[in-house]
């Protein structure tokens, strides 16, 4: 659950540290106070999309860091682990952003993606925001909300992925089919230059070898001539320098008994006469060795002159046919497949058959938890004063798949005025779905397994004795998570455990927002003024103290 979270110069917070408690707790305050920057900073931390115009007016950056107890959330855990980040008790999540857009985020310390701040916050938190009832009226989120409640994500994921699979290996054929002739001559192409590099037989070592026997045959008389030359100066000639450092040697080596001082030197003239003794014996081995061939470097020419005209042919380097004719020989495997239509066909079949499969099984846990959402979720309906409502969640059979599957989810409300169930875009007032949205959102939350549940302002069009029915609900979901709710209704906060106060101050002339626990007598001021608007009366203070009193003590329903 959510233990701590630090906001430092986020919109109009300069710096806020806030404990969180368990059970069920409400956010209040006067409009524009900036109760919903409490759930953006945290949504920042989660890996939200970072917009720099979030940063505090004349700050660097804005800085917010949320604590987690993790302890009973082995997945949490086990994605760390996979992940090679720190797993402890606790989880830290921080995000940095600047005044230029730029974010950076970490996660117990260790730098982290907004994406991975995003996947390790499924696990810990799920934020209903005050325009859900609005997303409801979309497809793609009326079969995204059943699939989560249903425990279906991850087979709609497998089917989306086996569907783009079918697609693939269908479009492969129909390519195959409609152009047979020009892969044949593509292919024909392919064949004749794999032959001549293949007859080449050329790799990419040879090359620098070839040029290296090049040089050295193509000045083999110049290398001769200086190795002759050397030995001459060095052994051979009659003034030959081997010699003249031996007797150097020998008369300072006898010079040396009478003035030791000659003795380092003699020393030194010692391991000259070493050196340059093995300076001629490699020598005299080299110029044993190397000869004029005319007809090797006549072989050499033609080798290289071979490789240079298929370079020059194919517009690459030298050393690059090698490549081109691995990347020939791939492409010709691909031909070759691609010329097995019976192949591509078999392949498109056992793909369209692995699709209609997992299909099936989709589109049978859908129909499996279908029934039993609508039947929940119309009673909670009932509860809360749509006592003639039913909801359905309808299959609609598609022709052909798609990539959601084979049919399409649609959220359908009858009984409303009389009315049969139609599409909910199409019966629901906007009060009647923001209660519709709420009874699905409480439903679901009960079957979600993260421990935190944010409810932002998801009570508005609703007032009334509905207004202490959505209470209780929150109520009883804080028995079972942490809740917190951004609200304005006073009968929504009366149920809360605990309870925070939003206001917004001016400091140095800047209007900074604040957030205040209360204890019990500012409760009951705080709600008298959600009751009763700006002017606080006796009546409606002992109406606020009455809400309170009618909330049932922690633990009870």
């Known amino acids: 659950m959510l233990r701590h979270l630090a906001i430092r ?46 940063v505090r007016a004349g700050c660097d950056k804005a800085d917010v860091a949320a604590t987690f107890d993790i302890t009973a959330l082995p997945a949490v855990g086990a994605w760390l682990a996979a992940n090679d980040l720190d797993a402890e008790d606790e989880l830290i999540l921080r995000r ?42 979309r497809a793609d989120a009326q079969r995204a909300l059943l699939d989560s409640h249903a425990g279906l994500t991850a087979e709609a994921q497998q089917v989306a992925a086996t569907w783009r699979a079918w697609r693939a290996a269908r479009q492969a054929l129909e390519d195959a089919a409609s152009g047979v002739e020009a892969l044949a001559r593509e292919r024909e192409q392919l064949e004749w230059q794999v032959r001549e590099l293949d007859a080449l037989a050329f790799t990419s070592d040879e090359w620098a070898e070839l040029e290296v026997e090049h040089r050295r045959l193509g000045h083999a008389a110049s290398l001769i001539e200086g190795a002759q030359y050397a ?14 450092v031996d007797g150097v ?10 003035d030791p001082a000659l003795q380092e ?9 070493a050196e340059l003794g093995e300076a001629i014996s490699t020598l005299r081995r080299y110029a044993d060795r190397v000869d004029l ?34 990347d020939w020989q791939q492409r010709l495997a691909a031909l070759d497949a691609s010329a097995d239509l019976a192949g591509l066909a078999a392949k498109a079949d056992a793909a369209q058959a692995e699709y209609h499969r997992l299909a099936t099984q989709l589109s049978a846990g859908r129909q499996r938890v279908a029934g039993e959402m609508g039947v929940a979720v119309s009673a909670l309906m009932q509860q809360l004063a749509l006592a003639s409502g039913r909801f359905e969640v309808a299959l609609l059979p598609l022709a052909e798949g798609t990539v959601n599957g084979l049919e399409q989810v649609e959220f ?43 409810f932002d302002e998801v009570d508005v069009g609703i007032g009334g004795g509905v207004a202490e029915i959505v209470g209780r609900l929150l109520r009883e979901l804080g028995g079972e998570r942490q809740v917190l709710c951004v609200t304005h209704l006073p009968q929504v906060a009366a149920r809360a455990e605990w309870q925070w106060q939003v206001s917004k101050e001016t400091r140095d002339g800047v209007t900074l927002s604040a957030i205040q626990p209360l204890a019990e007598d500012q409760r009951i001021r705080e709600i008298a003024r959600m009751l009763g608007g700006v002017e ?16 049932p003590e922690k633990g009870q329903k």
């Open 412 to 454: 359908r409300v009858g009984g409303l005025a009389g009315q049969e169930a139609k599409a909910l875009a199409k019966v629901a007032s906007g009060g009647e779905l923001s209660r519709i949205s709420l009874a699905i959102q409480v439903l679901t939350s009960r079957s979600a397994s993260v421990p935190t549940l944010i």
């Open 249 to 258: 040697a020998a008369r300072l080596d006898g010079l040396a008994s009478y």
């Open 9 to 54: 110069d986020f919109v109009i917070v300069d710096r806020l540290e806030l404990e969180f408690a368990a059970g069920f707790g409400a956010l209040t305050g006067e409009t524009g106070a900036g109760k919903s920057i409490l759930i953006d900073a945290l949504a920042l931390a989660l890996g939200e999309r970072a917009d720099a115009g979030v």
């Open 96 to 137: 940095v952003l600047d005044a230029g857009g730029r974010s950076r985020g970490y996660i117990n310390g260790s730098p982290a993606t907004a994406q991975q701040l995003r996947e390790v916050g499924e696990f810990l938190v799920d934020i209903h925001g005050q325009h859900a009832h609005q997303s409801l009226l």
């Open 536 to 551: 606080v009366t006796d009546i409606t203070l002992a109406h606020a103290s009455e809400l309170l009193r009618s909330t």
């Open 231 to 244: 030995l001459d100066v060095l052994a051979d000639g009659e003034a030959a320098c081997a010699g003249q």
């Open 293 to 326: 061939d005319p007809a090797r470097l006549a072989e050499v020419e033609r080798r290289m002159e071979a490789v240079l005209a298929s370079a020059r042919k194919y517009r690459v380097q030298p050393g690059e046919l090698p490549g081109l004719l691995a």
């Open 265 to 273: 030197v003699a020393g030194l003239l010692q391991s000259a006469q």
